[in-house]
């Protein structure tokens, strides 16, 4: 259903930017629907819907915008939280933001760089994960570096990359990347999200990542990594 263009029945305005309504369509299976609108909706509202609710009653509603408008996860959280009679228990979206860093470590002999590999995953890559309620990029960026492999790490300016991808067909992945400078190499990774990990110089980091939005960032990381002292 996510990414289905639908037209949905306005019922009633329950918020600035929030309406409910009933999808007018035969091509999802869900008809109740709530509305996220920057301006205001008349009777009639066409958009696509940007992600799958389950609320309290056990019951899914679409949830449905206007193309091109993006709405992940923690914004949609605050939208829902004002709702007096209805409370958000689960939430499948189209637009999935996350946040990592490419992290290097300098010892005397060589500079690495560590690549992680996903319990559900085939490819080895950065950690990284979902920004949640509250949090700024670089604060997502931290705590999931420190929950993956127990590393504290101090993030370095001026570096700021972004990978957006479709790895599922539908789902819209849009991934920020900081440079991250960890000051161990010891990791103790978090065995219920990451299978594998490896420190690797970046000419093995190279040969070791597959996809061309990696190797774009491990080059620009390494011509910011040389200018640091």
């Not at 309406?19 to 369509?25: C, E, L, Q, R």
């Not at 992290?103 to 950690?127: A, C, D, E, Q």
């Amino acid at each position: 259903m996510l990414s289905a263009k639908v037209n949905v029945n306005i019922f009633g305005k329950l918020s600035r930017d929030l309406y409910s309504g009933y999808v007018d369509s035969d091509s999802v299976s869900v008809k109740k629907a709530y509305v996220l609108s920057s301006e205001p909706v008349n009777e009639l509202f066409s958009g696509i819907v940007v992600a799958v609710a389950t609320f309290d009653d056990n019951e899914e509603r679409l949830i449905v915008a206007q193309e091109g408008e993006i709405y992940y996860e923690p914004d949609l959280r605050t939208s829902f939280s004002y709702l007096k009679n209805s409370t958000l228990t689960s939430i499948r979206c189209l637009y999935e933001k996350s946040c990592g860093a490419i992290i290097f470590y300098k010892s005397r002999t060589n500079t690495r760089i560590l690549l992680v590999k996903n319990n559900n995953g085939r490819y080895w890559s950065f950690p990284k994960g979902h920004i949640e309620e509250g949090e700024s990029e670089k604060e997502t960026a931290i705590r999931e570096i420190k929950e993956e492999t127990s590393l504290d790490v101090e993030i370095k300016e001026g570096f700021r990359e972004i990978s957006d991808y479709c790895p599922f067909g539908k789902i819209r992945k849009h991934v920020v990347f900081f440079l991250a400078q960890s000051f161990t190499d010891n990791v103790k990774v978090q065995e219920d999200e990451i299978a594998e990990y490896v420190w690797v110089d970046l000419q093995q980091a190279r040969k070791l990542c597959s996809y061309e939005n990696d190797l774009r960032i491990i080059n620009k990381a390494e011509t910011a990594i040389k200018l640091i002292k």
